[in-house]
């Protein structure tokens, strides 16, 4: 199943409702939301800096990604970037494909 990285920043009333209900019971929201599209969450951190939390998971493909950034946006608690994941075996795949591309000017 492909993996993906999400940044999820909270809006004002998000982070109100963060501290009100706590972090687990947003980590169990998020685990109930990917499993909810057929996925898994592999991880959930809270953060500070350019993020608020990040979250590693599973999804049955891009389709379902979207729909579950989709749903925690339109909620107007928080926004999320998404980031696909993928493995070195899947890197040294894409080194061995041949490309047909020049640079401009070249």
Not at 50 to 58: C, E, G, N, P, R
Request: glycine share 10%; with cysteine.
């Amino acid at each position: 199943m492909p993996k993906y990285l999400v940044h999820v920043n909270y809006t004002p009333e998000g982070a109100k409702g963060v501290h009100k209900e706590g972090g687990s019971k947003r980590r169990t929201a998020a685990q109930a939301a990917a499993k909810s599209l057929g996925g898994k969450m592999e991880a959930f951190y809270f953060t500070f800096g350019k993020s608020d939390a990040v979250v590693i998971a599973d999804m049955p493909d891009n389709a379902s990604a979207v729909a579950l950034c989709l749903a925690v946006t339109e909620s107007g608690a928080a926004e999320t970037s998404t980031t696909p994941l993928f493995t070195a075996e899947e890197m040294d795949e894409a080194c061995k494909k041949s490309v047909g591309y020049r640079a401009p000017g070249k």
